[in-house]
């Protein structure tokens, strides 16, 4: 079983990158952003998740982990599957390890994508200016998102270090360019394991 953690600050590019994965090698891509915007907005669940994104906070561990679990348990039958923008925390990625463990399968591998604070915020306002997603317009929100990512979810990448499962990927370029560094980085992980 194949299970990539696609890793990066807001706006690195990793649900476009998830999709180009999900693709080539036929994994589930599960999305916390996405899961989390679906969520029934009149919900409790919904209420306090938004209360948490729309300031660029991070929702807290225990719910994050008991929603993702549930996520992944509607794909028993998944060749792997792609965790975009989770684990957040290295207590997410211990409770990840756990999950996956009781599952009989682990993490494969972590790719973070590395792009700087000044091109992050350009995308941003640009997929804000695209998408229509409010929580990137605000110049405020989007500095507390990556303040909060380079803080609280950037050592996550140590975790997966110690366990000699990160690759770090130039995450600047084209979007062609980026996948091929991708896809090279999984090719040679597939190869040495």
Do not use: C, W
Not at 22 to 41: Q, W
């Amino acid at each position: 079983m194949l299970n990539i953690v696609l890793f990066g600050p807001p706006g690195a590019g990793k649900g476009t990158q998830s999709e180009r994965l999900k693709e080539k090698y036929g994994l589930v891509h599960i999305s916390t952003g996405d899961v989390f915007r679906a969520l029934d907005p009149e919900s409790e669940l919904g209420k306090l998740a938004k209360s948490y994104s729309d300031k660029g906070d991070l929702v807290p561990d225990e719910i994050t982990i008991a929603i993702l679990e549930e996520e992944v348990k509607k794909f028993p039958n998944a060749k792997g599957v792609i965790y975009d923008g989770f684990p957040r925390t290295t207590e997410q990625a211990k409770a990840l390890d756990s999950f996956l463990s009781s599952k009989n399968t682990s993490v494969t591998m972590m790719l973070s994508l590395v792009v700087t604070e000044d091109e992050l915020r350009d995308r941003l306002m640009k997929r804000a200016s695209d998408s229509g997603r409010l929580d990137d317009a605000d110049p405020k929100i989007i500095q507390n998102r990556i303040d909060n990512y380079n803080a609280k979810t950037a050592p996550v990448a140590e975790f997966y270090a110690e366990q000699s499962k990160l690759s770090e990927i130039d995450g600047i370029g084209s979007i062609d360019e980026i996948t091929d560094r991708l896809f090279d980085a999984v090719e040679a992980f597939k190869i040495n394991d």
